[in-house]
T-cell receptor
Framework: DQQVKQNSPSLSVQEGRISILNCDYT??????FLWYKKYPAEGPTFLIS?????DKNEDGRFTVFLNKSAKHLSLHIVPSQPGDSAVYFC????????????FGKGTLLTVNP | GAGVSQSPSNKVTEKGKDVELRCDPI?????LYWYRQSLGQGLEFLIY????????KSGLPSDRFSAERTGGSVSTLTIQRTQQEDSAVYLC?????????????FGQGTRLTVV
């Protein structure tokens, strides 16, 4: 029973274009969502987050959109850079269990120069 | 060290043997987490420590898995009588207060292969 789903295992975009990574969830109790970025042989690093009371959060080139009714969130990277090439994980948690993240399987983003 | 350190980086063990995985969190971080990532899967929560106590160990897959933390610092994840399905990357993370995973820093992981 996968509560956080990233249905695209991989995505390839050209440098300078927009990258859109998608994530769907099934657990309506989730109230906080995070994106992590992972390079090979390194641990995941936190990228950006959004609370369920918001529908958008922006940080530089990264914007996360949340559609609660559709139980869908997306990460937009504009403009994409080759250094953004990594695996991106969507994660979520609910209520007071903020230590207990539920992760998606990840999407490998490749940004081509 | 500046970051979360895990050892060993890689471990190959024979089925049925016991293994110990070590995590050195960032100094001063009170919260410590263990996750694992099996092939083709997302990260799976195993256990959470606040200080030396484990308020939530609900993610441990079976009683072959145990973890401890001493001195509010180093943690050891022990897997007894390893099975092939235990093969995964085991990730440790720590955070200053255990409130909010935006503050959690992950180690590079230990890749465990059970043959």
């Amino acid at each position: 029973d996968q509560q956080v789903k990233q249905n695209s295992p991989s995505l390839s975009v050209q440098e300078g274009r927009i990258s859109i990574l998608n994530c769907d969830y099934t657990n309506s109790m989730f109230d906080y969502f995070l994106w992590y970025k992972k390079y090979p042989a390194e641990g995941p690093t936190f990228l950006i987050s959004i609370s369920s009371i918001k529908d958008k959060n922006e940080d530089g080139r990264f914007t996360v959109f949340l559609n609660k009714s559709a139980k869908h969130l997306s990460l937009h990277i504009v403009p994409s850079q080759p250094g953004d090439s990594a695996v991106y994980f969507c994660a979520a948690y609910s209520g007071g269990s903020n230590y207990k993240l539920t992760f998606g399987k990840g999407t490998l983003l490749t940004v081509n120069p | 060290g500046a970051g979360v350190s895990q050892s060993p980086s890689n471990k190959v063990t024979e089925k049925g043997k016991d293994v110990e995985l070590r995590c050195d969190p960032i100094s001063g971080h009170t919260a410590l987490y263990w996750y694992r990532q099996s092939l083709g899967q997302g990260l799976e929560f195993l256990i959470y420590f606040q200080g030396n106590s484990a308020p939530d160990k609900s993610g441990l897959p079976s009683d072959r898995f145990s973890a401890e933390r001493t001195g509010g610092s180093v943690s050891t994840l022990t897997i007894q009588r390893t099975q092939q399905e235990d093969s995964a990357v085991y990730l440790c993370a720590s955070s200053p207060r255990g409130r909010g995973n935006t503050e959690a820093f992950f180690g590079q992981g230990t890749r465990l292969t059970v043959v």
